[in-house]
């Protein structure tokens, strides 16, 4: 019982102080390396309860993939050490911050002591977890049968933050910055990565003469397939409907030659 | 000695909860408002895995490891939208994103 209140004190410790890091210090990379400790501290507090498999995944998800990930974009956004927590822009405002984090302390206290010393509510409902299994198989069973369709859910959101990230981080070819706050255009003029593939044919697959046409192809192909959208949107008419079809044959075709 | 019981982690998790709320409120740069958020999510993972183990279930853990994944998701979705908003007004803090327009 002893090593079990050392381990607790100190890793209660080690996550009041990270988490105190990532709230007081100013500097942004100090700030994720602080939630890092905090992580831990959870970690080490999750296999003092018994989820191994849990602990696990906190350090290598979190600490490993979530954490690295803050700092790519710290790295790549820059880091601003004047972030300050001296002005209020509103005034009063980290006075009644540390008010409300009080009531919210209080309020959580209230509900989560309100029991007395021992927790109610209806025992091993799902599965025990004293029944001699080991954890990954216990949680992993549960995940399979009882939560199998949060789990399929879980599939589909993970599909959609991949898709949304991917869809909010390509950088859109138009003017990269608003003009009515920056009127002499973007402080960063960004580098396009590749050459456009549509333009010269001077890449190396353009000293193909039969290349150089087919991308000719491609490009008039998509012209032609946008004026005959609009008109099929504006008119209605069959005729322009049949070209449309034709140019995306013939878009296929060129997309196979490629 | 005291004794060790499930309250203590109770009170531990609701202390890095309110640490993490006061965080969200006093602070302006989206990525550490983005890591108080986290903090927060860890401190209900914490009441989840005592309230796991007090009960003697695995329901508990089972929750813990779908808010990971919501975690990471909201991570990737929110740092994607914090790059997009960076890249149009470098320095941005969150008082600056009070509009839904650009």
């Known amino acids: ?258 | 000695m005291f004794q060790l019981t499930e309250s203590w982690y109770l009170v531990l998790a609701a202390m890095i909860f309110a640490i993490g709320a006061v965080g969200l409120m006093i602070r302006r740069n989206p990525l550490v408002m983005f890591m108080c958020v986290e903090l927060m999510l860890n401190a209900v993972n914490l009441t989840f895995v005592s309230f796991s183990r007090a009960l003697d279930d695995v329901g508990g853990q089972a929750v813990v490891f779908f808010v990971l994944v919501v975690a990471a998701a909201e991570v990737v979705v929110g740092l994607g939208i914090i790059v997009a908003i960076m890249r149009r007004r470098p320095g941005a803090t969150a008082d600056d994103i009070s509009l839904m327009r650009g």
């Open chain 1, 1 to 258: 019982m002893r090593v079990e209140m050392l381990t607790f004190l100190l890793a209660g410790a080690i996550c009041l102080g990270g988490a105190l890091g990532v709230v007081l210090l100013r500097n942004p990379v100090h700030n994720a390396l602080s939630l890092v400790a905090t992580l831990f501290g959870v970690a080490v507090l999750f296999i003092a309860q018994g989820a191994y498999f849990l602990a696990a995944i906190q350090v290598i998800v979190y600490a490993g993939a979530i954490v690295v990930l803050f700092l790519f974009v710290i790295m790549l956004l820059g880091v601003d050490r004047t972030a300050s927590l001296e002005q209020d822009p509103i005034v009063g405002q980290r006075v009644t911050a540390l008010v409300a984090g009080l009531a919210i302390l209080g309020l959580s206290l209230t509900v989560l002591l309100a029991g007395g010393e021992q927790v109610t509510g209806q025992r091993s409902a799902l599965a025990p977890l004293g029944d001699g299994m080991a954890d990954v198989n216990r949680l992993g069973r549960v995940l399979f049968t009882d939560y199998v369709f949060a789990f399929e859910i879980t599939a589909v959101l993970l599909t959609v933050a991949v898709i949304g990230a991917v869809v909010l981080s390509r950088r859109t070819p138009g003017l990269p910055i608003d003009l009515d706050e920056f009127p002499e255009g973007p402080a960063v003029v960004h580098q396009p990565l590749f050459e456009d593939p549509a333009g010269a044919g001077e890449g190396p697959e353009g000293s193909d003469p039969a290349d150089d046409a087919d991308d000719g192809d491609l490009t008039t192909g998509a012209d032609e397939s946008d004026g005959a959208d609009d008109g099929d949107l504006v008119d209605g008419a069959d005729d322009s409907d049949g070209a449309d079809d034709g140019d995306v044959a013939a878009d296929a075709d060129s997309e196979v030659v490629r």
